[in-house]
């Protein structure tokens, strides 16, 4: 539940690493745990797991397909107001 807790803080229109999400529950070697977990995701939409993204900007893995990934990540960075 720590993951997605973390994960559930992501704002729309941005993105954070797996091994953000890793530092931010305690656990700054368990990136792969949390790539695991978002795979997972039996919260979406309300846990954003596409919001998490690679360390190197890559988008990473995703249930629904790295298209569709891409694809919800834009959109968000379109309808997003600054704060």
């Known amino acids: 539940m720590a993951v997605y ?3 559930r803080t992501i704002p729309p229109g941005k993105t954070r690493s797996y091994a953000w999400v ?3 529950i305690g656990r700054p070697h368990a990136a792969r745990a949390v ?3 978002l795979h997972r995701n039996p919260f979406a939409p309300e846990v954003p797991c596409h ?3 690679r360390s190197d900007g890559s ?3 995703f249930a629904g397909g790295t ?3 891409r694809q919800m990540l834009a959109d ?3 309808t997003r107001t600054p704060v």
């Open 67 to 69: 298209a569709r990934k």
């Open 76 to 78: 968000e960075a379109k």
């Open 35 to 37: 790539g695991n977990a």
């Open 51 to 53: 919001r998490v993204i």
């Open 59 to 61: 988008v990473g893995g």
């Open 5 to 7: 807790n973390v994960v």
């Open 22 to 24: 890793a530092n931010a």
